[in-house]
């Protein structure tokens, strides 16, 4: 909590690098055409952080809450998505009673949570029988995963806390109600900007492990 509290104001600054701005879209891309969001739906936002993804949400009509450890992210998040509701809280207890939303979401989070399969189950528990609850994350097989995991990298960074996950990590989470998994950004992180484009990322789809990985289930009724 302490790393996030101190880099609070600096985070979104990456994604406004030519970088981050592609990685986001490619990202963003597979998450929205993954799951439905329907307007009215009740989200739960967990690992909100800043409140990225929070306010897509909200402005595709949803009703956003955002959980996040870091109460420095929340500060931004409740500014940049004034009408969310948004709570200092851990993934692992998280202050919602059971089948409360239509849709538990968490976006670039679960590389950071060491027990995923706690994680997820708590997600699980909140979610309304039939809501989906969709988790996107850094795949540790990856080059992505490679540099992040690096002594050089994690030296100066937040990933010094991160526990990365694998797609055969998700696949084995919870076996009787996962829907899809999928991935994307299967650029180098040391891709030139010029090479930065859809053209790119489709051919390298049939070559390269992707660098981010997304997981949908559908809780059972």
Known sequence: MTT????????????????????????????????EIRPGMKVLDVGCG????SRRLADMGCSVVGVDISGNMLEIARKKVPEANFIESSVYAL??????????????????IHNAKAGYFEMKRVAKPGANIFIGTINGDSSW????????FKENTVFRDAHFKT??????ID???????????????????????WENEKRLSKMARPGFITAVWQKKI
């Open 175 to 197: 076996t009787q109600c996962q829907l899809k998994t999928s991935g994307c950004v299967f650029f180098d992180p040391a891709t030139p900007e010029t090479d930065l484009t």
């Open 50 to 53: 800043t409140g990225i993804y």
């Open 145 to 152: 995963g490679e540099l992040y995991k690096s002594e050089k």
């Open 95 to 112: 202050p919602f009673p059971k089948d409360h939303f239509d849709l538990v979401f968490s976006m670039a989070t679960f590389e950071f």
């Open 4 to 35: 996030f509290n101190a880099i609070a104001k600096e985070y979104d600054a990456w994604y406004q690098t030519p970088l981050g701005m592609f990685v986001d879209e490619v990202e963003s891309n597979v998450a929205f055409g993954t799951i």
């Open 167 to 172: 797609p055969i990590d998700f696949q084995s």
